[in-house]
């Protein structure tokens, strides 16, 4: 059973920092990119960030652009998400993803593979 599961979700105050990871099993994604999607109470789901199978190629939605950091990990199966410089505007629930492919996608429909999510909260 292929799972993805996220965890250092919680409540910070703004300007903190937070690092996401994502642990799966049950399948290797060494040769898949990986995502994370997140979303806001009463919006729908939108693009965070996402890296190709082999790390070499990032992409940021624009808003969280020089504060985020996505990263993995093939060989511990995990996904990073370290997020600096915390707004009010990223409280939301964050979903790590598996693609279908091993070059980025910011679309949703190219992840197959979806976790549960964590709740970031980010207080003033």
């Not at 990986?34 to 190629?57: D, L, Y």
């Amino acid at each position: 059973q292929v799972q993805l599961v996220e965890s250092g979700g919680g409540l910070v105050q703004a300007g903190g920092s937070l690092r996401l990871s994502c642990a799966t099993s049950g399948r290797t994604f060494s040769r898949n990119a990986m995502g994370w999607f997140r979303q806001a109470p009463g919006k729908e789901r939108e693009f965070v960030s996402t890296i190709s199978a082999g790390g070499g190629s990032i992409v940021y939605t624009e808003s969280v652009k020089g504060r985020f950091i996505i990263s993995r990990d093939n060989g511990k199966n995990t996904v990073y998400l370290q997020m600096n410089s915390l707004k009010l505007e990223d409280t939301a629930v964050y979903y790590c993803a598996g693609a279908t492919r091993p070059d980025t996608t910011t679309q949703a429909m190219g992840y197959a593979y979806w976790g549960q999510g964590t709740q970031v909260t980010v207080s003033s």
